[in-house]
Nanobody, 126 residues
């Protein structure tokens, strides 16, 4: 599985960004996978942000982003998006997309995901 995140940048507090995660897999079909976004702020551990079940579209969000972030997909482009609205300085972090086979709302630890892409940096100024 290969994943490539993009779309990060510098934005003022209250602004929006949309991150993209283009991914590809060989062997298993896309429907077998869940794709998630994690982030790591400076000096902090990596934390779960949101996850998406490719088959059926189930989602899971961490509490701090509920109502502000939305995860979605484009089947034709094999891409998962993270729409981030109402950004806050505390959202500043490197954002990473990850994938795993299988879905559960309990798969929120980074150790649960075996496939990772390179991150994209989001900086929110106050």
């Amino acid at each position: 599985v290969q994943l490539q995140a993009s779309g990060g940048g510098l934005v003022q507090a209250g602004g929006s960004l949309r991150l993209s995660c283009a991914w590809a897999t060989s062997g298993r079909t896309f429907s077998s996978y869940a794709v998630a976004w994690f982030r790591r702020a400076p000096g902090k551990e990596r934390e779960f942000v949101a996850a998406f079940r490719w088959s059926g579209g189930s989602t899971r969000y961490t509490d701090s982003v509920k109502g502000r972030f939305a995860i979605s997909r484009d089947n034709a482009k094999n891409t998962v998006y993270l729409q981030m609205n109402g950004l806050k300085p505390e959202d500043t972090a490197g954002y990473y997309c990850a994938a795993r086979v299988g879905w559960s709302v309990y798969y929120t630890s980074s150790a649960s995901y075996g496939y990772w892409g390179r991150g994209t940096l989001v900086t929110v100024s106050s």
